[in-house]
RNA sequence: GGAGGGGUGGCCGAGUGGCUAAAGGCAGCAGACUGUAAAUCUGCCGGCGCAAGCCUACGUAGGUUCGAAUCCUACCCCCUCCA
């Protein structure tokens, strides 16, 4: 497969991009002769894309790099409908204003990846086209061209047949309207390519399918594989959820953690898929045994963390974890922190309620176990006594560190 | 339409009148060991409370009882077999 003239697609194949590709060769020589339009689908319902997203997202990001063009659609009409994919529980319809608010949050995670500036990136909406369909001449036009036999056949829709678990008419329209989308960005934007998780290749195909019988031309898709960790785990998620890349939804502090604690047999290829480090290096960090490893781990924390966050933020966090970790000054600018008045201070705050007011436990039970656990800590110092009570005198340096275990901290400053 | 089985904490899954905030497992959190890894071991693991205790919770709504996840009634949902 590594045999590609295209830079775009050798990249993907030497860094472990490609699951499925339709007709490889003929794309390729595409890629290799024009300027190809390749998109990728996001959902709308959350308002910042997270770790699960990120092989799409570094997808198209070399797609732009290789000199082509990237297109971002998010699914503001498919939003509206939900896809059943994998899913065994329909999803909850969202509001309008909902998927706004989303969309908003859904730009702001890939800007970071992507050059939306003239003639570069494109960001679409599905909802332009599909709000407005007519439903009679969207039968005659598109639905002609589906067979119910063979959307029956797909993964996605016969997991929820065989499990008898309802389909809703809505639901079943799904990989229709996908395969739509391709369709009429193919016709308004000349778009060739699509890409997705391999979860996505039915709808994928489905759209290349509905555009060779409705204008005759030929689409590709390529999907990437089904990311795990090493133990088997779903990438991306973690005890509090799933890593998002906005750093409103979580600090850029954590999310260098979240890299740099990779587990040993990942880190290879990682670095292949999240960072745009050259092969070779690459290869020399993945040579590192034993403790060495670490230092594979933090290039791949710095990296990741500069592509979602930014050069500085991702030094800032580096530094903020050295202090944390390997002793030295303290630079701890980088934690997440709270806000307390300086007059809430003077009159005593209990350490429990710091602890639930910075979100490191869920609630006041919780910090009370942590800190008979031994695992909660103010400035270092190990808590003993759950019923400590925190004051302004705390404060001198304006600032308390709170860590709940050796990993999770944050600042509290006083204003 | 008929017969039977079932809905329990984030998930799986025991429990058939008080000893049950509910066994066990998974997931999670913390501690020890390490390399901020993995594996292993230990503790914790509904909320409020210093505690005693109170509140919330075994599909939903009622009822019986001193006392119900457990018994009764109705309803909703799921599964298996038959027509």
Redesign the pocket.
């Known amino acids: 497969m590594s045999g590609f003239r295209s830079d775009f697609l050798r990249i993907l194949a030497e860094r472990g991009f490609i699951h499925q590709c339709t007709d490889p060769e003929a794309l390729d020589a595409l890629a290799a002769s024009d300027r190809l339009v390749g998109y990728v689908g996001f959902d709308c319902t959350a308002d910042s894309l997270h770790v699960g997203n990120l092989l799409s997202i570094m997808m198209l990001r070399w797609l732009q790099r290789t000199g082509h063009r990237p297109i971002a659609l998010v699914g503001g009409g498919t939003t509206k409908v939900g896809d059943p994919s994998g899913k065994d529980e329909s999803r909850r319809l969202l509001s309008e204003a909902e998927i706004a608010r989303n969309k908003k949050g859904i730009l702001h995670s890939l800007e970071k990846f992507l050059d939306f500036g003239g003639g570069g990136a494109l960001l679409v909406d599905n909802a332009d086209w599909l709000d407005r369909l007519l439903y009679i001449p969207f039968l005659r036009e598109v639905g002609r061209h589906f067979t119910v036999n063979r959307m029956l056949t797909f993964e996605s829709v016969r997991q929820r047949l065989e ?4 389909l809703t008419f809505l639901e079943f329209n799904y990989m229709v309207m996908q395969a739509y989308d391709f369709l009429e960005l193919n016709r308004r934007l000349g778009c060739r390519l699509q890409m997705g998780g391999s979860d996505q290749w039915g709808n994928i195909v489905c759209g290349i399918e509905l555009a060779r019988r409705a204008d005759g031309s030929q689409l590709f898709g390529l999907t990437c594989p089904l990311l795990t960790t ?2 088997g ?1 779903k990438m991306g998620k ?3 959820g799933a890593v998002w890349l906005n750093e409103n939804r979580l600090p850029p502090f954590d999310y260098w ?1 979240f890299w ?6 990942d880190v290879g290829r990682f670095l292949r898929l999240f960072t745009e480090l050259p092969l070779a290096e690459i290869a020399r960090l993945e040579r590192l ?3 060495e ?2 230092e594979a ?2 290039v791949l ?1 710095f990296e990741a963390t500069r592509l979602a966050h930014g050069e500085e933020v991702a030094k800032k966090a ?1 530094a903020a ?2 202090s ?3 002793g030295g000054r303290a630079s701890i600018e980088a934690l997440p922190e709270i806000v307390v008045p300086r007059d809430r201070l003077a009159e005593g705050v209990p350490v ?1 309620e710091l602890f ?1 007011l910075a979100g490191l ?6 910090a ?3 800190i ?6 103010l400035d270092d110092r190990r808590i003993t006594d ?2 400590l009570v925190v004051g302004e005198a705390d404060f001198d340096s304006g600032h308390l560190k709170l ?6 901290h944050v600042l509290v400053r006083a204003a």
């Open positions: 499990r008898e678990q309802p090493a133990s785990a973690t005890a509090q953690q740099r604690n990779t587990e040993d047999a045994q034993g403790a490893i670490n781990k933090k924390a580096a974890a050295r944390l970790f390997e429990i639930t436990v869920k609630s006041r039970g919780e009370r176990r942590l008979r656990g031994g695992g909660a800590r759950e019923h860590s709940a275990g050796r990993k999770r």
